[in-house]
């Protein structure tokens, strides 16, 4: 691609919206309920749009499941729950199989999965078993069971939490399971108006009565859109080269793998296209690396997420020069 311009696509409605729009009202709407970073949202709702799952590292009482109940409702979609303990079995996620006395037949009885926001609620006090229960679902959109396949409802998002701080009883996510979330993020605390209103006593409206704005067809077409958003060679290189830092830093046991370096152009062109833009540029993924790459880093010092693994690739962003305008190539 030789260009770096173009007009940013619609999304269809009655009048069309822009993706901007679309993206500024679900981001009104849920910032009713949920008093969280208005970055930190951006992102979420990015993350949502293409198609990405997210994991929320926050301390309990953040408002992690209100803004996930805030997310369905804005898009029409249905949302559920479901509370992790070392006791919870893997078919208390997917579903199981019952045979009927009635019909003399075995009939799958759908398990919470089945929802298009599922909130995974401190996911790493799971055990390992069930925890790999997400692995299928999360990457192919469906659940084996007893040997057939059975596809979740589109679009699907998983919205993972787990505690910082609090590491007894947990289970460390591994390595596979962290990269099937597209982002790591953090909601912070609210800002001072916000939590004087909260401190008031003050009731946010209930996140199923928000206004619909974004339904499944317009999210459709939201995705569809995306590809006509211009990513230049130049931007293709930038990444690469930062990929390829990651994989050669001495203080990095793994760098990402061709996977993450694909989930960060997709993101970056939604990324764009919620900016008004119908191009990428540089400071889209230098804005993205860190809720995509970080928790897919793993240090000589084994943890696999964490701060450190933020900084050394804040490190790696301030050491690889970022592509001027016209380093464009045919």
Same mark, same amino acid.
């Given at each position: 691609?030789?260009?770096?311009?173009?007009?940013?696509?619609?999304?269809? %409605?009655?009048?069309?919206?822009?993706?901007?729009?679309? @993206?500024?009202?679900?981001?009104?709407?849920?910032?009713?309920?949920?008093?969280?970073?208005?970055?930190?949202?951006?992102?979420?709702?990015?993350?949502?749009?293409?198609?990405?799952?997210?994991? +929320?590292?926050?301390?309990?009482?953040?408002?992690?499941?209100?803004?996930?109940?805030?997310?369905?409702?804005?898009?029409?979609?249905?949302?559920?729950?479901?509370?992790?303990?070392?006791?919870?079995?893997?078919?208390?996620?997917?579903?199981?199989?019952?045979?009927?006395?009635?019909?003399?037949?075995?009939?799958?009885?759908?398990?919470?999965? @089945?929802?298009?926001?599922?909130?995974?609620? $401190?996911?790493?006090?799971?055990? /390992?078993?069930?925890?790999?229960?997400?692995?299928?679902?999360?990457?192919? $959109?469906? #659940?084996?069971?007893?040997?057939?396949?059975?596809?979740?409802?589109?679009?699907?998002?998983?919205?993972?939490?787990?505690?910082?701080?609090?590491?007894? %009883?947990?289970?460390?996510?591994?390595?596979?399971?962290?990269?099937? @979330?597209?982002?790591?993020?953090?909601?912070?605390?609210?800002? &001072?108006?916000?939590?004087?209103?909260?401190?008031?006593?003050?009731?946010?409206?209930?996140?199923?009565?928000?206004?619909?704005?974004?339904?499944?067809?317009?999210?459709?077409?939201?995705?569809?859109?995306?590809?006509?958003? #211009? @990513?230049?060679?130049?931007?293709?290189?930038?990444?690469?080269?930062?990929?390829?830092?990651?994989?050669?830093?001495?203080?990095?046991?793994?760098?990402?793998?061709?996977?993450?370096?694909?989930?960060?152009?997709?993101?970056?062109?939604?990324?764009?296209?919620?900016?008004?833009?119908?191009?990428?540029?540089?400071?889209?993924?230098?804005?993205?690396?860190?809720?995509?790459?970080?928790?897919?880093?793993?240090?000589?010092? %084994?943890?696999?997420?964490?701060? &450190?693994?933020? &900084? +050394?690739?804040? $490190?790696?962003?301030?050491?690889? /020069?970022? /592509? %001027?305008?016209?380093?464009?190539?045919?």
């Amino acid at each position: 691609m030789s260009t770096t311009t173009g007009a940013p696509p619609t999304i269809g %409605g009655e009048p069309p919206p822009t993706a901007a729009e679309a @993206f500024d009202r679900m981001a009104a709407a849920i910032g009713t309920v949920a008093r969280c970073d208005p970055a930190s949202l951006r992102l979420i709702l990015t993350a949502f749009a293409v198609g990405g799952h997210v994991l +929320l590292e926050d301390l309990p009482g953040m408002g992690k499941t209100t803004l996930a109940r805030a997310l369905a409702a804005v898009t029409g979609a249905t949302a559920r729950r479901v509370q992790c303990t070392p006791d919870l079995l893997p078919s208390d996620i997917t579903g199981v199989t019952i045979f009927n006395d009635r019909t003399r037949e075995f009939e799958f009885h759908p398990g919470p999965v @089945f929802a298009n926001v599922v909130i995974v609620d $401190e996911i790493n006090r799971a055990s /390992p078993k069930t925890q790999s229960a997400l692995l299928e679902v999360m990457q192919e $959109e469906q #659940v084996t069971v007893d040997g057939r396949a059975h596809p979740v409802p589109r679009p699907f998002l998983v919205v993972a939490t787990q505690n910082p701080i609090d590491l007894e %009883g947990t289970f460390p996510l591994p390595e596979a399971q962290l990269d099937r @979330f597209l982002m790591r993020l953090s909601l912070g605390h609210p800002g &001072e108006e916000a939590e004087l209103s909260l401190l008031r006593g003050t009731a946010p409206p209930v996140p199923e009565d928000l206004p619909l704005v974004l339904d499944g067809a317009q999210m459709a077409r939201l995705r569809e859109a995306v590809e006509q958003v #211009v @990513f230049a060679d130049r931007v293709y290189e930038y990444v690469i080269r930062l990929a390829q830092r990651t994989r050669r830093h001495p203080r990095l046991r793994a760098g990402v793998s061709m996977r993450a370096s694909i989930a960060l152009c997709r993101t970056a062109r939604m990324y764009a296209l919620a900016e008004g833009r119908g191009h990428v540029v540089p400071e889209d993924v230098k804005a993205l690396a860190g809720p995509v790459w970080a928790h897919r880093l793993v240090p000589m010092s %084994g943890a696999a997420t964490g701060p &450190e693994t933020a &900084e +050394l690739l804040d $490190e790696l962003l301030a050491e690889v /020069p970022v /592509p %001027g305008p016209h380093e464009n190539r045919s």
